[in-house]
């Protein structure tokens, strides 16, 4: 049996992972044409959501989870001028407006509420039955808007036999068929909040020397967004402030990325194969993160 040496090593995962970039990029490229078909006809029902235009290089709403299972956030419009909630609230509704003896819970540390009076701009449809309750924005309002104008734009679009619903009580989610074969995509509203950082995400206290502050200030930057998945609650995201951070992961010249590229080369090969993986690249990222957070505090 021949041994597995650092280069052979080396080859065998710059072939896998060459393989797979060439299978991603070309099921991304038509994820994005079906993408951009559907958002413009949703936009074009609904003024609040947003069309995705097509690029011909990176494009941030769309998100691989897996080589079959994407994530599309799908910004809306009509809101800007964001700020914190001044003043905390019971919520004693139900999604069908009934009146509840006990408050709702509240959310979880990466959750929060979201009220039409926290945008010093909004549009009137923002403040329609339809999406909110009681002054509040309510995610499962917004999806079930969305999932309907969703059914719409496949119907609507020359899409027929290439996209179709699948049954899913939570979340709004299509199959598309590719060259490649189907793959599986989450179709999520998201508020997004530019040049400002939520107070709910404090920076870790141990990262001391990595990132360096002025880099710290400049990712916060970039802001963050608010995501549709849940019933009450908006989730908070940061997709763009993971992105800068991944981009700078062996800058001090380690070799943490080809870790991560192993690891995701297994999970598809061995631990988790199939269309619909128990464990996508999101998953492997969060060790990533927290042995980022270790080396840095070692350094110290």
Known sequence: MKSLTEENLEDCLLNKVDLRRQWISQMVEEMQKVVHHLTTEISRQ????????????????????????FLVTVPVKGLAG???AQQQRWRYYTLRGARLPCPLRDPE??????????????????????????????PAKVLQVFRKLVENA??????????????????????????SGQVEAELTPSVEIPTAWSKKAQWPSCLKRW?????????KSFGFSLLACSNYHWQLSFLRAEQVLLEQLDEDGGCRRKCFQAL?????????????PV???????LP?????????????
């Open 279 to 285: 464990l996508t690249s999101h998953h492997l990222q």
């Open 154 to 179: 496949i119907e609507t679009c020359p899409l027929s036999g290439k996209v179709s619903m699948l049954m899913d009580s939570t979340v709004v989610r299509v199959a598309v068929e590719t060259s």
């Open 288 to 300: 990533r993160r927290w042995l980022l957070l270790l080396i840095s505090q070692r350094r110290t």
């Open 82 to 84: 964001y700020r914190e």
């Open 211 to 219: 990132p360096a502050p002025e880099r710290v200030q400049c990712i």
């Open 46 to 69: 609904d003024i609040r959501f947003q069309a995705i235009p097509y690029s011909d290089t990176y494009n941030e709403n769309i998100k691989v989870l897996a080589p079959t299972q």
């Open 109 to 138: 540390r990466l959750q929060q509420w979201l009220e039409v009076e926290q945008f010093t701009k909004s549009l009137w449809q923002w403040h329609e039955a339809d999406v909110t309750i009681e002054g509040d924005i309510v």
């Open 264 to 276: 995701r080369q297994m999970k598809e090969d061995v631990w988790c194969p199939g269309k619909r």
